[in-house]
């Protein structure tokens, strides 16, 4: 990896580890609790942070580079590692969410799940999400497999503002004002607003730090999928070798090569 | 591109005339679902037409997955796809086709699904039209999202598990969507108007054909 690349990881770790300190600092003992919720609302220095990431900053990443990749004109190996880094990381960040959501609703609302907007939304991108990341799974040359992971990506995130409407009146048309008020009061300000954008801030650093990780593991591991190609051909051809010489004997062995 | 997708929609619907797949696979499955929900919901007639709505468009969401697989079975024979490239067919005409053929065969189903809720549930339908535009609409987005998923997973030797998986959390809205309106048409849903989601439906649906002739073409091309 290029040396500028590893500098600009580094500082983006450094970054992240100072900011996310802050945060929790900052989140824990200097700011105030709440008037209603008290100690609880220290959860908004990190839930929609970490929501803000998953939902729009890594799957709209995801989404563009599979765009990008799909377009001949600006088809890159570069984008299809993107997308898929970009996609594995917004699931961890996804399931964050959900977690810390539920952290915050079980004490608030006393139950640890509610079919509210944004909640059932949010699974239903982790399942789309996780969709993804069975399809990259499957074995394949990388030429196809980026292609068809593209094609999800780009369907998938088609459908987030669609699930998001829907399943909004889903819960507004049929009900008046919701019971469970997560909102936080419009008059939010001082320390808590600055924690907030701090903990924004911080939240997309680690992903940042996370993202240039994962592309460096994609590429590693792509190269390694190369290499193990090359040493199972390499064995054929010797193989192949030395059948002329001992056919009958290598046959009569039932010498058997690990398979392509 | 048209002429096209009237000789690959007759294509895909002559087979399924002359193998009858439709009729005496997927039919059965999708009533047998709806008896398998009687039995969960139990002996009360109550709950079951109070769920209604929903059920039919469960059980027509399992079917449309098997539905799915089939259709895009067709083409995963041997050569079948390299014929498919070379036949000099616009692929989004291709996509059109047997998105067209698909929707043509769930409707089948739906009026044959219908009748099941209508006589098992005993449900009362006041509003007919809005039964069949929620149906046509929503069954238009299935067949496209459907038409699309198939052709990407038809080379995977794990398509059957890994069909449904992808398949069925993108038409969530169609679920969703679908059933508020049957709601409002068979009077068992907790009031609102119909029409914000029959107008999702003919969004999803739309959004879904579009991107499906823009994409199949490269899909098409990947071995």
Redesign the interface.
Known sequence: MSRGTTLAMRALGVGAVISVTATVWLGLWVTPPDETQHDLVRLVYVHPPVAWVALYLAFGIAALSSALW?W?RTRSRFFDRLAVSAMEVGTVFTVLTLVTGSIWGRPTWGVWWAWDARLTSTA?LL??Q??YL??RR?P??P??RA??SS??A???A??VP??H???Q??RT???GATVLNRNLSPTIHGSMAWTLLLGFVAFTLVFAWLLLARYRVQVLSETVEGAELQGALRERWVEGEGLDGAGELLADEGFVRAPL | MWRDTLAVAGKDLRIEVRSRVLLNQVVPFALLVLVLFAFALGPQRAPMAQAAAGLFWVALLFAAVLGVQHSSALESGEGTRDGLRMSGLDPAGIFLGKTAALCVQLVVLEVLLALGVVLLYGVHVRSAGLLVTACVAGTAGLAA?GT??GM??S??R?RET?LP??LL??V??VL??GT?AWQAALGT????GAD??VE?LV??AS??LA?GVV?YG??LE??
């Open positions: 799909l001949p239903l399942v789309l996780l969709g069975a399809l499957v394949g040359d030429d196809s292609r068809r094609v999800t780009l369907v998938a088609v459908d669609i699930v409407f829907s399943v009146w889903w048309l049929h009900q | 999202v699309l998923y990407l997973a080379g995977l794990v890994l998986f992808l959390p993108v969530a809205p969703l969507a508020r849903g907790a009031g609102g914000p989601w999702l969004v999803f959004v879904y991107l994409i490269p899909l990947a071995s």
